[in-house]
């Protein structure tokens, strides 16, 4: 790069050499565009609705005087679904929800989980093994189950529900953590820094966790794909009793009566909601070829 | 002493240049080489400089991105490089995928050579062999998928022979008449006798009178009838016959067979107790026995050509001492070649006929292993010889600067940055290979009549 | 001294296995001068690794003491103390000098006048750190200079193992093999320890580079005047580099002494046969005398852990009825075919065993035929037929202790005290 200092500091050869990579893989540029159009329609509609001329951003409004569900038409390009709700701006703003959400559940879920997994790791003895019999306990349970347990008993809201998600969901990250950090725990820089006189917490937050993090990072984010279905399902089976929220998962609820003549009531948000994880999924496996070392190297 | 023997590789003119996101390394940029029969050729050099690329080139075992730029290898008369130059030479741009095409057709072809002509022993013996497999098993498998024939003529013959039979065998072999143990061999219709009884004869762990008693127990041993057909066809065609029920019969002897060769072979290495070896699994052996075992699987199948990649490195300084003397016995007991490759010089030292240098892709100095240590002619050589340290202290001299990096290969000579006696053409042109009498032969302006300023 | 260990025994314990554990150093005194070059040699399993970090307390040893910074008059006194078993005295001056006992501003201290250099190039140096963080690192750590400070010293060490000053801006992946162990050396001696211990420094290095980074370790040396140890497993490098030399094997020291000794007239076997192990240009490698391999840590020969593979080994070295049972087994069954199928060997204790089918006067042919190639049967002290079998018993084994051999070289064989 013959351009000036700041260019080639950032754009350095292996940066550029991550973005060869990523773009090499058809279908994770294809997964990049669309998780970018999700992002930015929950940022339109979060913070400026009116753009696309949204009145009420945060909840679908209903037209009791046409409840009957319409197929798509110029009107209507999604259709409506019972009782009279535009598809095509309900879903506008039940991305934005339902984004807003997985996020708020695996970004806390993986910070509690990565943390409890460094530690854990880290320290080993007793300090794993009543950790680790800890997260077992999290896994032996089937965690649909129990986030439905957990929500039902803190009162079913929405509030509830991402609170019990993330209960269920750091064990996991806690799991992969662990093995993470269990090959980056016996590299020499480890003992390196100890012979420099580094505390346990530097050599924990300083040497691992950058080290360990990258293919965290790429769960996590397949993971807003798997927990956007987990809400949209919770949604769905009636976990929260109230109406008129912009949910793709409380979206098909709607449509369920009509699902044989008006079909696609139920299949519009559904596919919203496949779009997504598939999207993020493909994304997911993009970054993961940009951190292996290998895939790097060959053509 | 390579006089009036005749090459089994020869390499001319080889460029390989590996295609990567980083940049096209060019790997190797002219290598001119041959390897004798029955001699051992060491390459040496430091690392980046070309020669696991040059051993993996011969063997054919080249990654999808390593493009053959120009030159051949022939391996006995076979251009081993030719489809991928001829795909390169032809292609607008390089692509990998095509090119894997090219290997992969390769492949076919070289799987009658690989195994049978040429074998390859690599650095890491706990990597080469299977953790989930005896070793005996390993080694026999060398000889199932390449030599069934012969496992099926010995356990034949052992059928066959009788107790008088064996007898007289035992007399050609007190005599050290080998040849005449193979005719009487022949003449009684027990091809595969002379096999085992030579595996014993030779050890050195064994005392005389047990070999004796070895050797006089190789007969009147029946077959199963059911199998002995299979069996015969076999040692006529090398292949299992196609009978469903016999063919897994037949295999099952074929394997006794080959553990109780592998564990004959092992015991020619030097191994303690083979019998009981063969049964074990990697794991359970220490790393030179595993190296031993590795080296078992490349030579039971008599091989032309042996290339060895710092098979030594990874081994305690006595261990390595006890397999370079193996190697060396190896050598006088067989007619194979060599291709001895290791960073080491004082291991090469010890094991080479000739010798060859390289530097970032290519051979600098080349000839008897006396005449390039005693009086090493090209700058990098002596230069590299005052680097290694010796029990004797001397003063050690590094060699300044790095080196090169091979996406953008100096001009000229590719030492010229780093060396003392570098001169004008040395930065303009390639330097020849000059030959300096004796088969000594070196690139370096310094003998081809540069000027200096 | 700078530093002295004492008696020190690292053993690790045996996943699952109670009361198993690897004896990696057993029982081993070392020390190293100011200003000292002392080199570590040994094989896999030898135990030097280990022994290198723990004088730096990289790993706490099992038992044993490290005393840092004590005169040698004190050490003196500390030996003798030893000798007497006299532990208050011992108690007195541990608690002055050792290094074990240190918590806290004195460990961060002790941090401070230490420092190591690692093997692997690749793996030593955090990938996610800049080379300006990395070489720093240690100086913050131990509280030796704050940020600013420490930032303009790497520049300076930078200088010193010849690397230019933009490299502190870079990642360790954008630096050669050799230019990366220059950063290990530099964030080495950051903090201008008086004691550096090098594993291996040059072991991953090209020959031509490994000649530069030991020429600029001897220079540093010369410069700093700190005191190295530095553990290889090739004997000439440790020749071109140590002033002193300690062999190691499975865990013991076997000899030490002055370089030039130890290399010309090694005194223990075991140095015997590392060093005519050693190839060299120009010289053709005599028969290999060395067979077998490394020991197990766990359960180590008894006696003198060489022993099993010692071509001089005599009968107090430490064999057991099990070693001379399978030692008598194999020679019967490679040399005397018909003994090995009458023959039943069995061990009834540590020092005896029972031999049934084989007359006394038959087995000391055998014995005396087979002992000089089967340095087992050596320590068959005697043979009597007792009650329709042979009783061999064997002679008591000990460990050997540290001979001198000449002024400041000593070797631990039995060979030795037997002489002079």
Redesign the interface.
């Given at each position: 790069m013959a351009k000036g200092g700041l260019t080639s500091r950032i754009l350095t050869p292996e940066r550029k050499l991550s973005l060869q990579v990523f773009f090499s893989n058809k279908l994770a540029v294809v997964g990049l565009v669309i998780v970018l159009a999700y992002v930015a329609d929950a940022l339109i509609v979060q913070f400026a609705p009116w753009l696309i001329g949204l009145k009420h951003p945060f909840e679908v409004i209903p037209d009791y005087s046409n409840p009957v569900p319409q197929p798509p038409s110029w009107k209507h390009p999604f259709g409506t679904t019972y009782p009279g709700i535009d598809l095509l701006r309900a879903v506008i703003k039940a991305i934005r929800l339902d984004l807003g959400l997985s996020v708020v559940v695996v970004v806390p879920g993986a910070l509690l989980g990565i943390v409890i997994g460094i530690v854990a790791t880290y320290f080993g003895g007793w300090i794993d093994d009543v950790l680790m019999r800890l997260t077992d306990i999290f896994f032996s349970v089937p965690y649909l189950v129990l986030a439905i347990a957990i929500g039902y008993a803190l009162g079913r809201t929405i509030t509830s529900m991402v609170i019990a998600l993330i209960i269920v969901w750091w064990p996991l990250y806690a799991r992969y953590t662990r093995s993470v950090t269990l090959q980056v725990k016996e590299l020499t820089f480890i003992e390196a820094a100890r012979a420099a006189g580094a505390s346990n917490y530097k050599i924990m937050f300083r040497h691992i966790l950058p080290n360990a993090l990258p293919p965290v990072l790429v769960q996590m984010s397949m993971d807003l794909g798997t927990i956007m279905i987990v809400i949209s399902g919770l949604a769905f089976i009636g976990f929260l009793p109230v109406a008129n929220i912009p949910e793709l998962g409380y979206l098909t609820t709607l449509g369920l009566n009509y699902i044989n003549t008006a079909p696609w009531t139920v299949l519009v948000p559904g596919v919203f909601i496949v779009i997504f994880a598939v999207s993020v999924y493909l994304l997911g496996m993009g970054l993961m070829d940009v951190i292996n070392p290998r895939r790097r190297s060959s053509l | 002493m390579s006089g009036g023997r005749e090459p089994i590789v020869t390499v001319r003119n080889l460029r390989l240049w590996y295609y990567t996101r980083r940049g096209v390394y060019k790997a190797l940029n002219g290598v001119d080489l041959e390897v004798m029969r029955g001699e051992v050729l060491g390459v040496a050099g430091e690392s980046g400089c070309g020669k696991s690329t040059l051993g993996l080139t011969i063997m054919g075992l080249l990654p999808r991105n390593a493009a053959i730029v120009d030159g051949e290898v022939l391996l006995d008369g076979f251009d081993v490089v030719k489809p991928l130059r001829e795909y390169y030479k032809k292609a607008k741009r390089f692509r990998p995928d095509k090119n894997e095409d090219v290997l992969k057709r390769l492949h076919k072809e070289m799987t009658r050579i690989r195994g049978v002509k040429v074998t390859m022993v690599f650095q890491e013996p706990m990597t080469a062999l299977n953790p989930v497999m005896p070793v005996g098993y390993q080694i026999a498998e060398v000889l199932l998928q390449h030599n069934m024939s012969l496992l099926a003529k010995r356990r034949l013959a052992r059928a066959k022979a009788t107790k008088d039979d064996v007898k007289e065998a035992l007399n050609f072999l007190r005599a050290n008449d080998y040849a005449g143990l193979i005719e009487y061999v022949k003449a009684k219709g027990l091809e595969g006798l002379e096999d085992q009884m030579l595996a014993i004869w030779r050890r050195r762990d064994l005392h005389d009178l047990v070999k004796e008693i070895r050797i006089l127990n190789m007969c009147c041993d029946p077959v199963n009838p059911i199998i002995e057909s299979g069996l015969k066809y076999t040692a006529r065609t090398n292949k299992l016959p196609a009978a469903p029920v016999i063919r897994q019969l037949v295999r099952r002897e074929l394997v006794k067979e080959g553990y109780r060769k592998a564990a004959e072979f092992l015991g020619l290495l030097d191994m303690p107790e083979p019998e009981k070896v063969v049964r074990m699994y990697p794991h359970e052996l220490s790393g030179g026995m595993r190296q031993r075992v590795v080296i078992a699987t490349a030579m039971i199948n008599n091989p032309e050509l042996v290339i060895l990649d710092e098979p030594t490195s990874a081994l305690d300084v006595t261990v390595q001492a006890s397999i370079l003397e193996l190697l060396n016995e190896l050598k006088q007991q067989t007619n194979a070649a060599f291709i001895f490759i290791s960073h080491d010089l004082s291991v090469l030292y010890q094991v080479s006929d000739r010798i060859a240098i390289m530097y970032a892709g290519k051979v600098v100095e080349v000839g008897p292993r006396d005449a390039v240590f005693k009086e090493p002619k090209h700058p990098y050589t002596q230069m590299l010889m005052e680097a290694v340290p010796t029990l004797e202290p001397h003063e050690l001299k590094g060699i300044k600067g790095e080196v090169p990096d091979l996406r953008n290969p100096p001009k000229g000579c590719m030492f010229h940055p780093r060396c003392p006696y570098a001169m004008p053409i040395c930065r303009e042109r390639e330097p020849p290979m000059v030959d300096l009498g004796n088969g000594h032969r070196v690139s370096c302006w310094l003998y081809s009549g540069g000027e200096r300023k | 001294m700078i530093i002295a260990g004492r008696g020190l025994k690292v053993y690790f314990p045996v996943k699952g296995v109670r009361g198993a554990s690897v004896r990696a150093v057993d029982d081993v005194d070392i020390e190293v001068g100011e200003g000292e070059i002392v080199g570590l040699v040994g094989?896999?399993g030898s135990g030097k690794t280990t022994l290198g970090?723990t004088l730096?307390r990289?790993i706490e040893p099992t038992a044993g003491e490290v005393l840092f910074e004590i005169p040698d008059h004190d050490l003196e006194r500390y030996d003798e103390a030893r000798e007497r078993d006299d532990v208050e005295t011992m108690k007195l001056i541990s608690s002055k000098y050792s290094a074990l006992r240190l918590k806290g501003k004195a460990?961060?201290e002790f941090?401070?006048k230490?420092?190591?250099v690692?093997?692997?190039p690749y793996?030593?140096?955090?990938?996610?750190l800049r080379i300006a963080d990395i070489i720093a690192?240690?100086m913050i750590?131990?509280?030796a200079y704050d940020k600013d400070k420490a930032m303009e010293r790497v520049v300076d060490l930078l200088e010193e193992v010849q690397l230019p000053p933009e490299f502190a801006d870079r990642?360790p992946?954008e630096l050669?093999?050799?230019q990366r162990q220059r950063v290990?050396i530099a964030?080495g001696i950051a903090t201008n320890p008086r004691f550096v211990v090098l594993d291996e420094p040059t072991s991953a290095l090209?020959?031509?580079?490994?000649?530069?980074?030991?020429?600029l370790l001897r220079e540093l040396r010369e410069t700093h005047k700190m005191a190295m140890l530095f553990i290889t497993?090739?004997?000439?490098?440790v020749?071109?580099m140590a002033d002193r030399i300690y062999v190691m094997y499975a865990g013991k020291v076997m000899e030490k002494g002055p370089k030039a000794e130890v290399?010309r007239k090694p005194a223990h076997p075991y140095t015997q046969?590392?060093?005519?192990?050693?190839?060299?240009?120009?010289?053709?490698?005599r028969?290999?005398v060395?067979?077998g391999?490394?020991p197990s840590l766990v359960s180590p020969p008894k006696g003198c852990r060489f022993h099993p593979r010692c071509p001089v080994a005599i009968g107090t070295c430490g064999w057991t009825a099990d070693e001379v049972a399978e030692a008598l087994r194999?020679v019967l069954?490679?040399?005397?075919?018909e003994l090995s199928q009458r023959a039943r060997l069995r061990p009834l204790g540590e020092l005896e065993l029972e031999v049934k089918g084989l007359s006394a006067s038959e087995l000391k042919d055998v014995v005396e035929r087979e002992s000089e190639f089967n340095r087992a049967l050596k320590s068959i002290q005697s043979m009597s037929e007792e009650g329709g079998r042979v009783v061999v018993r064997l002679t008591k084994y000990s460990e050997p202790r540290m001979i001198e051999v000449a002024r400041g070289h000593m070797a631990a064989c039995h060979l030795l005290s037997a002489s002079s």
């Open positions: - | - | 094989e896999s970090r730096i990289l460990l961060k941090r401070r230490v420092g190591i690692f093997q692997d793996s030593s140096l955090d990938p996610r690192e240690p750590e131990t509280g990642y992946h050669s093999g050799g290990a964030r090209d020959v031509s580079v490994q000649a530069e980074i030991l020429e497993h090739n004997i000439s490098v020749s071109y290399i046969a590392l060093i005519s192990a050693v190839p060299e240009v120009g010289r053709q490698m028969r290999v060395l067979k391999d490394v194999r069954e490679a040399r005397y075919p």
